[in-house]
T-cell receptor, first 113, second 123 residues
Framework: GAGVSQTPSNKVTEKGKYVELRCDPI?????LYWYRQSLGQGPEFLIY????????DSGLPNDRFFAVRPEGSVSTLKIQRTERGDSAVYLC???????????FGSGTRLTVV | AQKITQTQPGMFVQEKEAVTLDCTYD???????LFWYKQPSSGEMIFLIY??????QNATEGRYSLNFQKARKSANLVISASQLGDSAMYFC????????????????????FGQGTILTVHP
């Protein structure tokens, strides 16, 4: 596609539920990144994929968070047993190895009530 | 570990004036990249300008220029001739370099962001 697509754009869920957030990167972009942005703060790194593998998952806050990219394109961020503190905008970005540009999606606003 | 510091929570500027947004960074890597992004109230992250650590000249992109002072580890963004549409949150970010693969190629790792500066342009 022309840009990075994230779905859904908004998600409201109850505390304790499971959620999946989807990121569809720019076609051909080998690198994919997930960030979490709380209100008024800068984005915080969660996980980075190079192809299908997680090259760096040091930003995942705990084992309730997991992400996959099985075919090296679309990625899904999965959050189990959601907590109110998980409420944030989850941003996805993709880039092409060898170039320095990152393209961000519009984000998924997750609200845990 | 990489760290980015933006010490100005908010800045105000008159339309058509220039404004400087501060950014300092800390890294032990000799090779790195510095970015500025604009985030309007709509939420999208808009790339503004990039500076590589080995670039000899300061980066410029239209009304945006980056005042790169390597010894001081600062990468301030200068916006000339401010416009009302420049009102937004601005983030400074740093990218680490990674070595990948047996051939020793490089890839670009995560961006580390600062806390952001809210810029308000007054008419």
């Amino acid at each position: 596609g022309a840009g990075v697509s994230q779905t859904p754009s908004n998600k409201v869920t109850e505390k304790g539920k499971y959620v999946e957030l989807r990121c569809d990167p720019i076609s051909g972009h080998t690198a994919l990144y997930w960030y979490r942005q709380s209100l008024g703060q800068g984005p915080e790194f969660l996980i980075y994929f190079q192809g299908t593998g997680a090259a760096d998952d040091s930003g995942l806050p705990n084992d309730r968070f997991f992400a996959v990219r099985p075919e090296g394109s679309v990625s899904t961020l999965k959050i189990q047993r959601t907590e109110r503190g998980d409420s944030a905008v989850y941003l996805c970005a993709s880039s092409l190895q060898g170039l320095h540009g990152y393209t961000f999606g519009s984000g998924t606003r997750l609200t845990v009530v | 570990a990489q760290k980015i510091t933006q010490t100005q929570p908010g800045m105000f500027v008159q339309e058509k004036e220039a404004v400087t947004l501060d950014c300092t960074y800390d890294t032990s890597d000799p090779s790195y990249g510095l970015f500025w992004y604009k985030q309007p109230s709509s939420g999208e992250m808009i790339f503004l300008i990039y500076q590589g650590s080995y670039d000899q000249q300061n980066a410029t992109e239209g009304r945006y220029s980056l005042n790169f002072q390597k010894a001081r580890k600062s990468a301030n963004l200068v916006i000339s001739a401010s416009q009302l549409g420049d009102s937004a949150m601005y983030f400074c970010a740093m990218r680490e370099m990674l070595l990948v693969g047996g051939a020793g190629g490089t890839s670009y790792g995560k961006l580390t962001f600062g806390q952001g500066t809210i810029l308000t342009v007054h008419p």
